[in-house]
């Protein structure tokens, strides 16, 4: 399994961006699919993004496309998330996770895990 670090949260104003970064240990991390997930209080722990180890595609949830980009850099062990257009609905903890080879949007899908970080979006 990978380590994976996320930075890049903070304190956003409603139409702001904020770039969130997910760094990885390991050396088979082009081998890691790489998704993102978030959590709001009281709420479920949710897939908002996702990129392949073995698909140059992204995919999103429908309540980020158009808004947020994942994207990685192989070469750097990092995946990132740029965030534009916040809302305050996008307020959680987001959750950088990695599986290795793996595909899917749920939690159970990925078994390696960051700690998170905050993004809170102010009205």
């Known amino acids: 399994q990978v380590q994976l670090v996320e930075s890049g949260g903070g304190l956003v104003q409603a139409g702001g961006s904020l770039r969130l970064s997910c760094a990885a240990s390991?050396?088979?991390?082009?081998?890691?699919?790489m998704v993102w997930f978030r959590q709001a209080p009281g709420k479920e722990r949710e897939f908002v993004a996702a990129?392949?180890?073995?698909?140059?595609?992204?995919y999103y949830a429908d309540s980020v496309k158009g808004r947020f980009t994942i994207s990685r850099d192989n070469a750097k062990n990092t995946v990132f998330l740029q965030m534009n257009s916040l809302k305050p609905e996008d307020t959680a903890v987001y959750y950088c996770?990695?599986?290795?080879?793996?595909?899917?949007?749920?939690?159970?899908?990925?078994?390696?895990w960051g700690q998170g970080t905050q993004v809170t979006v102010s009205s």
């Open positions: 990129i392949y180890w073995s698909d140059i595609n992204t």
């Open positions: 390991g050396r088979t991390f082009s081998s890691y699919s």
């Open positions: 996770a990695g599986g290795y080879r793996a595909y899917g949007t749920k939690v159970g899908d990925f078994g390696s």
